[in-house]
C-alpha cells in the first residue's frame, strides 16, 4: 500500500504542475481515506499546485496540508499600506495562516502539529507601535490556537519581543502530548515587551493544568538569571493541581523551572540546561518525580565532575548520562586529551545502574584524545576498563571525540567516530 501511494504521488506530482489533472475523474471515486495515504507522500509544494488545479481533489488536498502547520520565518522589516511612512517588523506568514484558519473554521479540527519558529533578523530595538502590533498578532494566534481541539503537537519558538503567556492564556488543548514553549533571544535584544513573561507564570500554569495528555514538555528560554529567578519563584508560588500532567514523562528547561513543575510526576527523562550551580540547589526536588529518573541529558550545562557526586545520590537509578564536563575548572592545566577524563574514576564508582556515559558535548580540549594513533585508541580502551571496573553496569561509552565503545563479550570495542545519540 504504501509502495503503491508513493508511486501515485510522484504521478500527482509531475500533473500537479500541469494545467489540467487527467486522473480527477478516477481519483475522486477514490475513498477519502485512500485519497488521503495517496496525498501525504506529496511535497507541500506539489500539493498546493494540485489543490489549485483540481478542484476534486482540493477539499482532500486541504486536509492533508493543514494537518501539519510548521512555519519558519525571520521578522523583517516591512511597509505598512496605511503607513507608508514606517517600517515594523511582523510575521507575515504566520499572520496568513491564521486568517486562513480563522476563514476556514472546518479545518481547525483536523489540525495535529501546530509549529512557530520566529527569529529576529537584527538586535535593534522595537518601537512601541511594534510591539502594540506584536501583541495583536499574539492575540490572533491565540485565537486560532483555542479553536485546534485536536492539536497534538504544538511548537511555539518566538522573538524576544512576544510573551508566550499571552499566546497560551485560556487555552485547553486536551489531546495535546508534545510542548514546546521558548523565547529564542539572545540577552542583549531582549526589550521591555518581554518583561511580563517574569510575573506570567500563573498563565503557564493554568495552560498546563488542561494538557491532560501531555507527555512531552520543553521551557527554555535564553533570558538572564534575573528574569528566571523571577519566573521560577512565581511557579514555585502559584504550584500546578496535584491532578496535572498526569502522563508527562520527559522534560527539557532550567533546573528552576524544573524543580517547580515535576515533584509527584512520572518524568524518567530530564534534560537541563542553564548554570551547574542552579542544578546542585535544585537537585533535591528534581528527585522527587513519581518514578524514577533514568536519563538524565546536561549537553548544555558545564557541569564539574564533582557535582556527579551530588547525581549519584539524587538519582540512584539512573541509567544514562549525556554531560558536558568542565574539566579545566577543577583539573591541573598541565593535563590535557583523555588524561583530563582519568578524575572520573573516582565518580563513577557512586553510580550503581549507568550503563551508558555520553561524552561527546565535553569542550573541545579534550577533542584530540582520539587521533588515529593506536596508543590513544589503547588508552580510551584502557579507561573504559577501569570505568567498568568501579561501574559494572557500563556497557556504552562515547567520548569528546564522538568516538563510540561498546561492551561486547565482555571486550570494550570501538564502534564508529560519527556522533550518536542515545535510544530511550
Not at 578524575?343 to 545502574?353: H, Q
Amino acid at each position: 500500500m504504501s509502495r503503491a501511494a508513493s508511486r501515485c504521488a510522484v504521478r500527482l506530482s509531475t500533473l500537479a504542475l500541469t494545467a489540467a489533472c487527467p486522473l480527477c475523474p478516477h481519483l475522486v471515486d477514490l475513498p477519502n481515506e485512500l485519497l488521503i495515504a495517496i496525498l501525504e507522500h506529496l511535497r507541500s509544494t506539489d500539493l498546493c499546485a494540485l489543490s489549485q488545479t483540481c478542484r476534486h481533489l482540493c477539499a482532500v488536498a486541504e486536509r492533508v496540508l493543514y494537518s501539519s502547520i510548521v512555519i519558519s520565518e525571520h521578522l523583517m522589516e516591512c511597509v505598512l499600506s496605511e503607513r507608508p511612512q514606517e517600517r515594523v517588523c511582523l510575521p507575515m506568514r504566520t499572520l496568513r495562516c491564521c486568517d486562513s484558519l480563522l476563514r476556514r473554521p472546518h479545518l481547525t479540527s483536523i489540525v495535529r502539529q501546530f509549529s512557530i519558529r520566529w527569529q529576529t533578523a537584527n538586535a535593534a530595538d522595537h518601537s512601541h507601535a511594534d510591539s502594540q502590533r506584536m501583541s495583536a498578532v499574539c492575540a490572533r494566534i491565540s485565537c486560532v490556537l483555542r479553536s485546534l481541539v485536536a492539536l497534538e503537537r504544538l511548537e511555539l519558538l518566538l522573538g524576544p519581543e512576544v510573551d508566550v503567556n499571552v499566546v497560551i492564556r485560556h487555552c485547553r488543548l486536551p489531546a495535546l502530548r508534545y510542548c514546546a514553549l521558548s523565547a529564542e533571544a539572545p540577552l542583549e535584544v531582549i526589550p521591555s515587551f518581554s518583561a511580563p513573561s517574569s510575573a506570567s507564570a500563573p498563565q503557564l500554569v493554568e495552560f498546563l493544568s488542561h494538557v491532560p495528555r501531555l507527555t512531552h514538555l520543553r521551557l527554555h528560554e535564553h533570558l538572564d538569571d534575573h528574569v528566571q529567578a523571577a519566573r521560577s519563584h512565581t511557579l514555585l508560588a502559584n504550584p500546578l493541581p496535584a491532578g496535572a500532567l498526569p502522563v508527562l514523562c520527559a522534560f527539557r528547561g532550567s533546573p528552576a523551572a524544573a524543580a517547580a513543575l515535576l515533584p509527584g510526576r512520572p518524568v524518567h527523562y530530564l534534560s537541563l540546561s542553564g548554570q551547574d550551580d542552579d542544578f546542585a540547589v535544585h537537585l533535591a526536588r528534581l528527585a522527587r518525580t513519581s518514578v524514577p529518573v533514568r536519563y538524565l541529558d546536561l549537553a548544555t550545562m558545564a557541569v564539574r565532575p564533582g557535582l556527579l557526586r551530588s547525581v549519584a545520590v539524587y538519582f540512584p537509578v539512573v541509567e544514562g548520562i549525556k554531560i558536558r564536563l568542565a574539566l579545566r575548572h577543577t583539573l591541573h592545566y598541565t593535563m590535557s586529551g583523555i588524561r583530563m577524563l582519568h578524575a572520573l574514576v573516582s565518580v563513577l564508582v557512586d553510580f550503581k545502574a549507568l550503563a551508558y556515559l555520553d561524552l561527546s558535548p565535553t569542550e573541545a580540549e579534550t577533542r584530540n584524545c582520539h587521533s588515529v594513533g593506536s596508543t590513544e585508541r589503547d588508552n580510551a580502551s584502557e579507561l573504559c576498563i577501569q570505568w567498568s571496573y568501579v561501574c559494572p553496569t557500563l556497557i556504552r561509552v562515547v567520548f569528546p571525540s564522538h568516538a563510540e565503545y561498546r561492551k561486547i563479550n565482555g571486550i570494550w570495542t570501538r564502534l564508529s567516530t560519527r556522533p550518536t545519540r542515545h535510544s530511550k
